[in-house]
């Protein structure tokens, strides 16, 4: 079952901080994290693998709450280039990512 | 340099015509996959292999075809059964480690029938 991501979209101006989040009905063994720009292929950001554990790139971490069954997405001080779509993506047994629908983020200067 | 390709980067078709998109990998990756995008959606499993002469349908077969004679190679047939096959196909490939499998993927193919 496809995991529900949300907000859907979300607008900031340049300097500001946002959180995505990735939530699943089925219980989670990893998640991970793309991006997508416009026209372009989705760009790997990380993957947690466990409960409890975070990561950080930069200024973009994301922590895995299994006992919720929800992935977070932190975006701190937002740059121009952290504009495009977020998507989750949970692994299931055979290999296969269960992709969410995505979130858009636009940042404005 | 290690990667993904996928070609053409556009194609344009007639409607009754079957294309094939290319994908190859450099990566010595086992796995592969094929992914159909529409505008503003995320990403559908069209198949995926995860050894060569094998693969496996994923949620959209219906009107794709897929083969896997060598490891490094994953071509995709858009049938004239396929009812709508005007997206953005985008191949992936990762190793086959639970969990862990991060999946990169190609530059994709944008395919326009009409």
């Known amino acids: 079952q496809q995991p529900v991501q949300s907000p859907q979209a979300v607008i900031l101006r340049e300097g500001e901080d946002a959180v995505i989040n990735c939530s699943s009905s089925k219980a989670l063994y990893s998640v991970h994290w793309y991006r997508q720009k416009h026209g372009e292929a989705p760009v790997f950001l990380m993957i947690?693998?466990?409960g409890g554990e975070q990561k950080g790139h930069e200024k973009i971490s994301a922590s895995f709450n299994e006992k919720k069954q929800q992935s977070s997405l932190y975006l701190t001080a937002s740059q121009l280039s952290y504009s495009g779509t977020y998507f989750c993506g949970l692994m299931d047994s055979n290999y296969q990512l269960i992709w969410g629908a995505g979130t858009k983020l636009i940042i404005k200067p | 340099d290690g990667g993904i390709t996928q070609s053409p980067k556009y194609l344009f078709r007639k409607e009754g015509q079957n294309v094939t998109l290319s994908c190859e990998q450099n990566?010595?990756?086992?796995?592969m996959y094929w992914y159909r995008q529409d505008p503003g959606q995320g990403l559908r499993l069209i198949y995926y292999s995860q050894i060569v002469n094998d693969f496996q349908k994923g949620d959209i077969a219906e009107g794709y075809s897929v083969s896997r004679e060598k490891k490094e190679s994953f071509p995709l047939t858009v049938t004239s059964a396929q009812k709508n096959p005007t997206a953005f196909y985008l191949c992936a490939s990762s190793q086959l480690r639970q969990g862990a499998s991060k999946q990169y993927f190609g530059p994709g193919t944008r395919l326009t029938v009409t």
């Open positions: 947690l693998l466990k």
């Open positions: 990566l010595n990756h086992d796995a």
